[in-house]
């Protein structure tokens, strides 16, 4: 089944479409929630939440990608849950991506920086289309999915050391780019 028809799916408020987007999907966003929580029950229970908003969300919304609009919706669910868990001290696999990006992405905790946030995104954006597809899909994969070096080592066939410190060269760039766009960093 295609994800338009997914869609269409939902659009007609018909509950396969719940069944069919699991089927298709639940691995993929069971991967993300798993890389950011490291904990199995929170991870399912973010996947269970992503179908009811994707439920809830479709309509009005009319996704052009399916995959990409559940991946964002159990991405921002698991975050959600990390910072909850965060705030109580529990540990999580999210903290080392967290500390990794911190030189290089801005906190949000002012107004100003709150009206920045499109125009962060677009300077990381375009970045990102500077660079090479495998330091592309890289970076993506280890800052938007949470893969470990561990498991890009095994994608790539490159040890995780060596990888390490290509993603260092990649935050270092992402850098210098916001430095040059102008982008405080404090």
Not at 69 to 96: C, F, P, T
Not at 141 to 148: P, V
Not at 175 to 180: I, P, R, V
Request: net charge negative; with cysteine.
């Amino acid at each position: 089944m295609t994800d338009a028809e997914i869609i269409q799916m939902f659009w007609r408020r018909e509950e396969t479409a719940i069944t069919e987007t699991q089927t298709r999907y639940g691995a993929y966003c069971t991967h993300i929630a798993m890389n950011i929580l490291s904990d199995r029950e929170d991870a399912e229970e973010c996947v269970s939440d992503t179908w009811l908003q994707a439920w809830n969300t479709i309509p009005p919304q009319k996704p052009r990608s399916l995959r990409a609009y559940l991946g964002r919706i159990v991405r921002n669910l698991s975050l959600n849950r990390w910072n909850h868990d965060h705030a109580q001290k529990r540990y999580s696999g999210m903290e080392q991506l967290l500390s990794e990006l911190e030189d290089c992405i801005p906190a949000p905790d002012t107004a100003q920086r709150k009206l920045e946030t499109a125009a962060l995104s677009e300077i990381i954006s375009d970045w990102l289309e500077t660079l090479p597809r495998d330091d592309r899909v890289l970076f993506v994969r280890r800052y938007w999915y949470g893969d470990t070096l561990q498991e890009l080592a095994g994608r790539t066939g490159v040890s995780a050391s060596k990888l390490a410190q290509r993603m260092l060269r990649l935050r270092k760039g992402l850098k210098a780019a916001l430095e040059h766009e102008e982008v405080s960093l404090e």
